[in-house]
C-alpha cells in the first residue's frame, strides 16, 4: 500500500471500510501523509511569503527563515493540533461508548482531516480565510471524525453472574 493509496483511503472517509483498513497503513506510508498535509497548508502562503521576499529584494536575508523555520514551525503546531483533536477523540468516545485507544484516534485524527485541509488550501489560494470559513472546516472534521468513531463497537458490559 503506497502513499496514494493512503491518500485514497482518506478521502474515502467516513466509510467503513475505508476506516477499517487504516489499521493496515504502514508507518512509513502515514507519516508521509501527515507530512503531504502540511505540505499543502504551508504551500500558498510560503509561496505568497518568497513572491513578497523577492519583491523587496531580501531573499538572501530572509531564505532561511521561508524556507527552513517557517515548515518546521507548520509541522510542529500541526502535531500539536492532531493531538489536541485526538484528545477531543477521546471525549466523543466515551460518550459513544467506543473501543478505541489514543493511538488509533490519533491516527484517524489525520485521516479525518484531508477534506478540511484540502477545502482550507482552496479557500487559502483564493484568499477566503476567515474564523467564519475555519468554523465551517472543524464543523466538517467533527462530522467526519464522529462518524469514523461510530464505526467501531461499543464496550461489551461485563456480566456479573454469581459464582457457584
Known amino acids: 500500500m503506497g502513499i496514494w493509496q493512503t491518500c485514497k483511503i482518506g478521502l474515502q472517509l467516513p466509510k467503513k471500510e475505508a476506516v477499517f483498513q487504516l489499521n493496515r497503513v504502514k508507518t512509513m506510508h502515514f507519516l508521509c501523509y501527515i507530512f503531504l498535509l502540511h505540505v499543502l497548508i504551508a504551500l500558498p502562503n510560503g509561496i505568497r511569503l518568497i513572491k513578497a521576499s523577492f519583491s523587496r529584494g531580501e531573499f538572501g536575508k530572509e ?7 517557517y515548515p518546521l514551525f507548520i509541522v510542529l503546531f500541526g502535531l500539536l493540533g492532531i493531538s489536541i483533536l485526538a484528545s477531543i ?74 459464582r457457584t
Open 63 to 69: 531564505s532561511l527563515l521561508i524556507l527552513f523555520i
Open 89 to 162: 477523540g477521546l471525549f466523543l468516545r466515551r460518550i459513544a461508548k467506543r473501543k478505541l485507544v489514543y493511538q488509533l484516534l490519533w491516527k484517524m485524527t489525520v485521516y479525518a482531516l484531508t477534506y478540511p485541509v484540502l477545502l482550507y488550501v482552496i479557500f487559502d489560494v483564493l484568499h477566503y480565510t476567515s474564523w467564519l470559513t475555519n468554523l465551517i472546516l472543524f464543523s466538517v472534521f467533527l462530522v467526519i471524525f464522529t462518524r469514523m468513531i461510530l464505526v467501531y463497537p461499543k464496550i461489551r458490559k461485563k456480566s456479573r453472574l454469581p
